[in-house]
Protein backbone atom coordinates (compact mmCIF):
# COMPACT_ATOMS: atom_id res chain seq x y z
CA UNK A 1 0.00 0.00 0.00
CA UNK A 2 1.39 3.71 -1.11
CA UNK A 3 0.33 6.66 1.25
CA UNK A 4 0.19 10.20 -0.57
CA UNK A 5 0.05 13.41 1.81
CA UNK A 6 -1.00 11.55 5.08
CA UNK A 7 -1.46 13.95 7.63
CA UNK A 8 -3.78 12.58 10.14
CA UNK A 9 -6.43 14.92 11.42
CA UNK A 10 -6.12 13.44 15.17
CA UNK A 11 -3.84 13.08 18.24
CA UNK A 12 -0.93 12.38 16.03
CA UNK A 13 2.89 13.66 17.18
CA UNK A 14 6.52 13.30 16.00
CA UNK A 15 9.31 11.63 17.80
CA UNK A 16 8.98 14.16 20.24
CA UNK A 17 7.81 13.28 24.17
CA UNK A 18 8.30 9.68 23.39
CA UNK A 19 9.95 8.98 26.50
CA UNK A 20 6.35 9.59 28.43
CA UNK A 21 4.86 6.95 26.51
CA UNK A 22 7.13 4.00 27.91
CA UNK A 23 4.57 1.44 28.65
CA UNK A 24 1.72 2.61 26.68
CA UNK A 25 0.53 0.62 23.67
CA UNK A 26 1.10 2.52 20.67
CA UNK A 27 0.46 2.98 16.62
CA UNK A 28 4.10 4.17 15.13
CA UNK A 29 4.14 5.34 11.07
CA UNK A 30 7.72 5.25 10.30
CA UNK A 31 9.57 6.61 7.02
CA UNK A 32 11.02 4.17 4.74
CA UNK A 33 14.09 4.26 2.48
CA UNK A 34 11.49 3.83 -0.47
CA UNK A 35 10.03 6.72 -0.02
CA UNK A 36 6.82 5.42 1.41
CA UNK A 37 5.72 4.37 5.22
CA UNK A 38 5.12 1.61 7.23
CA UNK A 39 3.47 0.81 10.27
CA UNK A 40 4.50 -0.93 13.66
CA UNK A 41 1.78 -1.61 17.04
CA UNK A 42 2.96 -2.45 20.48
CA UNK A 43 3.69 -1.71 23.90
CA UNK A 44 6.10 0.74 23.77
CA UNK A 45 9.85 -0.52 26.11
CA UNK A 46 12.40 2.39 25.21
CA UNK A 47 12.88 5.16 22.85
CA UNK A 48 13.78 2.58 20.02
CA UNK A 49 11.66 -0.79 21.04
CA UNK A 50 8.01 -1.84 20.50
CA UNK A 51 7.08 -5.42 22.18
CA UNK A 52 4.16 -6.58 19.65
CA UNK A 53 1.26 -8.70 21.08
CA UNK A 54 2.88 -11.85 19.79
CA UNK A 55 5.71 -11.54 22.11
CA UNK A 56 7.87 -10.39 19.23
CA UNK A 57 10.70 -7.21 19.53
CA UNK A 58 10.12 -4.55 17.46
CA UNK A 59 13.29 -1.97 16.83
CA UNK A 60 13.19 1.03 15.41
CA UNK A 61 15.16 4.55 14.83
CA UNK A 62 13.35 7.58 16.26
CA UNK A 63 15.10 9.00 13.02
CA UNK A 64 12.44 6.70 10.98
CA UNK A 65 8.89 7.66 13.21
CA UNK A 66 6.94 10.45 10.86
CA UNK A 67 4.32 9.93 13.16
CA UNK A 68 2.89 8.21 16.58
CA UNK A 69 -0.38 7.65 18.27
CA UNK A 70 -0.93 6.03 21.76
CA UNK A 71 -4.19 3.84 21.58
CA UNK A 72 -6.59 4.21 24.20
CA UNK A 73 -8.55 0.56 25.35
CA UNK A 74 -12.31 1.19 23.97
CA UNK A 75 -14.90 0.21 26.77
CA UNK A 76 -17.61 -0.30 24.13
CA UNK A 77 -18.26 -1.84 20.77
CA UNK A 78 -19.64 0.58 18.08
CA UNK A 79 -23.18 1.22 18.25
CA UNK A 80 -23.67 -0.05 21.86
CA UNK A 81 -23.61 0.87 25.69
CA UNK A 82 -26.12 3.12 26.85
CA UNK A 83 -30.16 2.75 26.25
CA UNK A 84 -30.82 3.16 22.65
CA UNK A 85 -32.38 6.52 22.70
CA UNK A 86 -29.13 7.94 23.82
CA UNK A 87 -27.04 6.05 21.83
CA UNK A 88 -29.68 7.11 18.14
CA UNK A 89 -29.05 10.82 18.79
CA UNK A 90 -25.32 10.55 19.97
CA UNK A 91 -24.52 8.64 16.78
CA UNK A 92 -26.70 11.13 14.76
CA UNK A 93 -24.27 14.05 16.18
CA UNK A 94 -21.65 12.13 15.42
CA UNK A 95 -22.58 11.52 11.72
CA UNK A 96 -23.31 15.44 11.40
CA UNK A 97 -19.86 16.27 12.89
CA UNK A 98 -18.40 14.97 10.25
CA UNK A 99 -20.95 15.98 7.66
CA UNK A 100 -21.24 19.39 8.85
CA UNK A 101 -23.90 22.02 6.77
CA UNK A 102 -22.34 25.85 6.19
CA UNK A 103 -25.32 27.30 8.15
CA UNK A 104 -26.52 25.36 11.29
CA UNK A 105 -28.67 27.18 13.95
CA UNK A 106 -30.24 25.73 17.29
CA UNK A 107 -34.40 26.33 17.54
CA UNK A 108 -34.13 24.78 21.43
CA UNK A 109 -33.03 20.99 20.59
CA UNK A 110 -33.52 21.52 16.72
CA UNK A 111 -31.19 21.62 14.90
CA UNK A 112 -31.49 23.75 11.53
CA UNK A 113 -28.85 23.25 8.68
CA UNK A 114 -28.46 24.52 5.06
CA UNK A 115 -26.15 24.05 2.66
CA UNK A 116 -27.66 25.46 -0.88
CA UNK A 117 -29.39 22.38 -2.09
CA UNK A 118 -27.01 19.86 -2.15
CA UNK A 119 -27.60 16.50 -0.27
CA UNK A 120 -30.89 16.14 2.33
CA UNK A 121 -28.26 15.74 5.51
CA UNK A 122 -27.07 19.65 5.08
CA UNK A 123 -30.34 20.66 4.09
CA UNK A 124 -32.67 19.39 7.14
CA UNK A 125 -33.75 19.91 10.24
CA UNK A 126 -32.78 17.61 12.73
CA UNK A 127 -34.28 17.22 16.31
CA UNK A 128 -31.76 16.18 18.73
CA UNK A 129 -34.03 16.42 22.35
CA UNK A 130 -36.23 14.06 24.25
CA UNK A 131 -39.28 12.30 22.31
CA UNK A 132 -41.52 12.40 20.95
CA UNK A 133 -41.01 15.51 19.10
CA UNK A 134 -37.43 16.31 20.32
CA UNK A 135 -37.84 19.89 22.17
CA UNK A 136 -38.03 22.61 20.39
CA UNK A 137 -38.14 26.30 21.57
CA UNK A 138 -42.19 26.42 20.59
CA UNK A 139 -45.28 24.34 20.57
CA UNK A 140 -44.88 21.99 18.07
CA UNK A 141 -47.19 23.97 15.27
CA UNK A 142 -45.43 27.14 15.98
CA UNK A 143 -41.69 24.77 15.86
CA UNK A 144 -43.24 23.93 12.33
CA UNK A 145 -43.93 27.18 10.77
CA UNK A 146 -40.50 28.02 11.74
CA UNK A 147 -38.81 25.44 9.82
CA UNK A 148 -41.11 26.24 6.83
CA UNK A 149 -40.02 29.65 7.13
CA UNK A 150 -36.44 29.32 7.67
CA UNK A 151 -35.87 26.94 4.38
CA UNK A 152 -38.56 29.11 2.16
CA UNK A 153 -36.01 32.19 3.12
CA UNK A 154 -32.86 30.22 1.83
CA UNK A 155 -35.30 28.87 -1.43
CA UNK A 156 -34.78 25.09 0.03
CA UNK A 157 -37.31 22.55 0.82
CA UNK A 158 -38.47 22.44 4.39
CA UNK A 159 -37.23 18.67 5.36
CA UNK A 160 -37.11 16.91 8.64
CA UNK A 161 -34.47 14.16 9.22
CA UNK A 162 -36.13 12.32 11.69
CA UNK A 163 -34.37 9.00 13.44
CA UNK A 164 -36.43 6.02 14.45
CA UNK A 165 -38.07 5.08 16.43
CA UNK A 166 -37.05 7.95 18.25
CA UNK A 167 -39.23 10.60 16.63
CA UNK A 168 -41.67 8.26 15.24
CA UNK A 169 -44.78 10.05 16.81
CA UNK A 170 -43.34 13.65 15.09
CA UNK A 171 -43.07 11.43 11.87
CA UNK A 172 -46.98 10.28 12.29
CA UNK A 173 -47.47 13.43 13.06
CA UNK A 174 -45.75 15.35 10.15
CA UNK A 175 -47.73 12.41 8.08
CA UNK A 176 -51.07 13.57 9.48
CA UNK A 177 -50.12 17.50 8.68
CA UNK A 178 -49.94 16.64 5.03
CA UNK A 179 -45.95 15.75 5.23
CA UNK A 180 -44.51 12.76 3.21
CA UNK A 181 -41.72 10.59 3.14
CA UNK A 182 -39.15 11.09 0.55
CA UNK A 183 -36.67 8.61 1.80
CA UNK A 184 -35.55 5.99 4.28
CA UNK A 185 -32.21 4.75 4.78
CA UNK A 186 -30.30 2.91 8.07
CA UNK A 187 -27.39 4.23 9.99
CA UNK A 188 -25.27 0.77 10.17
CA UNK A 189 -22.39 0.37 12.17
CA UNK A 190 -19.06 -2.19 12.37
CA UNK A 191 -16.32 -2.80 15.03
CA UNK A 192 -13.45 -2.59 12.38
CA UNK A 193 -12.17 -6.11 11.39
CA UNK A 194 -9.03 -7.11 10.83
CA UNK A 195 -7.91 -7.20 7.33
CA UNK A 196 -6.06 -9.50 6.28
CA UNK A 197 -6.28 -8.57 2.26
CA UNK A 198 -3.74 -9.23 -0.40
CA UNK A 199 -4.09 -6.84 -2.48
CA UNK A 200 -1.85 -6.05 -5.97
CA UNK A 201 -3.90 -2.52 -6.44
CA UNK A 202 -2.72 0.64 -4.91
CA UNK A 203 -4.66 2.74 -1.89
CA UNK A 204 -3.58 6.57 -1.53
CA UNK A 205 -4.73 8.84 0.91
CA UNK A 206 -5.02 12.34 1.91
CA UNK A 207 -6.55 14.78 4.35
CA UNK A 208 -7.45 16.86 1.94
CA UNK A 209 -9.69 16.55 -1.05
CA UNK A 210 -7.29 16.82 -3.96
CA UNK A 211 -8.75 16.80 -7.90
CA UNK A 212 -7.90 13.27 -8.85
CA UNK A 213 -10.32 12.40 -6.06
CA UNK A 214 -12.80 14.91 -7.45
CA UNK A 215 -12.45 13.83 -10.85
CA UNK A 216 -13.47 10.32 -9.93
CA UNK A 217 -16.75 11.19 -7.64
CA UNK A 218 -17.35 14.75 -9.42
CA UNK A 219 -18.23 16.12 -6.29
CA UNK A 220 -16.39 19.74 -6.81
CA UNK A 221 -20.25 20.96 -5.34
CA UNK A 222 -19.93 19.42 -1.79
CA UNK A 223 -16.48 21.08 -1.30
CA UNK A 224 -17.45 23.25 1.06
CA UNK A 225 -19.46 20.87 3.61
CA UNK A 226 -16.68 18.37 2.44
CA UNK A 227 -13.69 21.47 3.92
CA UNK A 228 -15.53 21.52 6.92
CA UNK A 229 -14.69 18.79 8.44
CA UNK A 230 -11.82 16.45 9.32
CA UNK A 231 -11.55 13.83 7.28
CA UNK A 232 -9.45 11.26 4.70
CA UNK A 233 -10.00 10.59 1.52
CA UNK A 234 -8.51 7.33 -0.40
CA UNK A 235 -8.19 6.56 -4.08
CA UNK A 236 -7.93 3.38 -5.32
CA UNK A 237 -5.47 2.76 -8.15
CA UNK A 238 -5.02 0.24 -10.64
CA UNK A 239 -1.51 0.56 -12.75
CA UNK A 240 -1.60 4.04 -11.79
CA UNK A 241 -5.63 4.60 -12.17
CA UNK A 242 -7.86 5.85 -10.26
CA UNK A 243 -10.98 2.98 -10.24
CA UNK A 244 -12.69 4.05 -7.10
CA UNK A 245 -12.60 6.47 -4.01
CA UNK A 246 -14.44 6.85 -0.89
CA UNK A 247 -14.52 9.88 2.05
CA UNK A 248 -14.03 8.70 5.32
CA UNK A 249 -15.01 11.64 8.09
CA UNK A 250 -12.91 11.18 11.55
CA UNK A 251 -14.31 11.98 15.12
CA UNK A 252 -12.67 10.26 17.67
CA UNK A 253 -12.14 6.89 17.27
CA UNK A 254 -15.19 6.41 14.71
CA UNK A 255 -14.93 6.59 10.94
CA UNK A 256 -18.23 7.84 9.23
CA UNK A 257 -17.89 5.98 5.67
CA UNK A 258 -19.32 8.39 2.62
CA UNK A 259 -18.81 8.98 -1.23
CA UNK A 260 -17.88 5.26 -1.70
CA UNK A 261 -17.87 5.37 -5.86
CA UNK A 262 -16.46 3.17 -8.29
CA UNK A 263 -15.74 4.41 -12.05
CA UNK A 264 -18.62 2.75 -14.23
CA UNK A 265 -16.13 0.82 -16.98
CA UNK A 266 -14.60 -0.75 -13.39
CA UNK A 267 -17.93 -1.68 -12.02
CA UNK A 268 -18.36 -5.91 -11.19
CA UNK A 269 -15.13 -6.28 -10.16
CA UNK A 270 -15.34 -6.35 -6.26
CA UNK A 271 -13.18 -2.99 -6.02
CA UNK A 272 -15.73 -1.57 -3.96
CA UNK A 273 -14.91 -4.80 -1.43
CA UNK A 274 -11.18 -4.19 -1.76
CA UNK A 275 -10.99 -0.73 -1.23
CA UNK A 276 -13.25 -0.98 1.50
CA UNK A 277 -11.03 -3.80 3.34
CA UNK A 278 -7.81 -1.78 2.79
CA UNK A 279 -9.65 1.32 4.25
CA UNK A 280 -10.25 -1.13 7.27
CA UNK A 281 -6.58 -2.03 7.80
CA UNK A 282 -5.17 1.77 7.54
CA UNK A 283 -7.84 3.12 9.88
CA UNK A 284 -7.17 0.23 12.45
CA UNK A 285 -3.16 0.95 12.04
CA UNK A 286 -4.53 4.54 13.15
CA UNK A 287 -6.33 3.28 16.03
CA UNK A 288 -9.71 3.58 14.45
CA UNK A 289 -11.93 0.81 15.77
CA UNK A 290 -15.11 1.63 14.67
CA UNK A 291 -17.14 3.02 11.61
CA UNK A 292 -20.57 4.21 11.11
CA UNK A 293 -21.95 4.85 7.66
CA UNK A 294 -25.46 5.82 5.95
CA UNK A 295 -27.11 3.89 3.61
CA UNK A 296 -30.26 4.55 1.43
CA UNK A 297 -32.76 1.32 1.84
CA UNK A 298 -34.06 1.06 -1.65
CA UNK A 299 -30.28 0.48 -2.75
CA UNK A 300 -30.11 -3.13 -2.67
CA UNK A 301 -26.36 -3.20 -4.20
CA UNK A 302 -25.07 -1.22 -1.07
CA UNK A 303 -27.02 -2.92 1.11
CA UNK A 304 -25.52 -6.64 -0.03
CA UNK A 305 -21.99 -4.80 -0.11
CA UNK A 306 -22.20 -3.32 3.74
CA UNK A 307 -23.76 -6.86 4.99
CA UNK A 308 -21.18 -8.55 3.20
CA UNK A 309 -18.39 -6.54 4.68
CA UNK A 310 -19.69 -6.99 8.46
CA UNK A 311 -22.05 -3.71 8.70
CA UNK A 312 -25.05 -4.09 11.21
CA UNK A 313 -27.92 -1.74 11.44
CA UNK A 314 -27.91 0.48 14.06
CA UNK A 315 -31.03 2.53 13.44
CA UNK A 316 -32.94 3.72 10.57
CA UNK A 317 -34.28 7.79 9.92
CA UNK A 318 -36.56 8.84 7.27
CA UNK A 319 -36.45 12.21 5.37
CA UNK A 320 -39.31 14.09 5.55
CA UNK A 321 -40.93 16.78 3.12
CA UNK A 322 -43.36 19.69 2.78
CA UNK A 323 -46.02 18.32 0.07
CA UNK A 324 -47.58 20.92 -2.03
CA UNK A 325 -50.68 20.95 -0.23
CA UNK A 326 -49.84 20.94 2.97
Excluded at 48 to 60: A, C, M, P, Q, V
Excluded at 172 to 191: F, M
Excluded at 256 to 265: A, D, G, T
Excluded at 269 to 292: C, P, W, Y
Aim: aromatic letters at 10%; charged letters at 25%.
Amino acid sequence: MRLGDYRYPMKWTGATGLMDHIGKRLTIRLHEASGGYRDIVGILESPSTLRHKDGREITFSQNEIAIYREIIPLSESAGKGAPLSIRIIELEKLLNSTWSATEQIMHGQWLFRASGKYTMRANSVLPQGAPPFGKPEKEINEAIKDVITFYSERDLEPIFHLPLPLYEELFNYLIAHGWREKLRAQVQVIDIPVSEIDSDLVLEVSATCNSEWLLVQGDEKLLDIMDKTQALYYILKKQDTAVAVLRAGISDDWAVISRLFVKPEYRGNKFSQELMHLVFRDLRSAGITKAALQVDLSNEAAMALYKGLGFRKHHEYSYVIQSSES
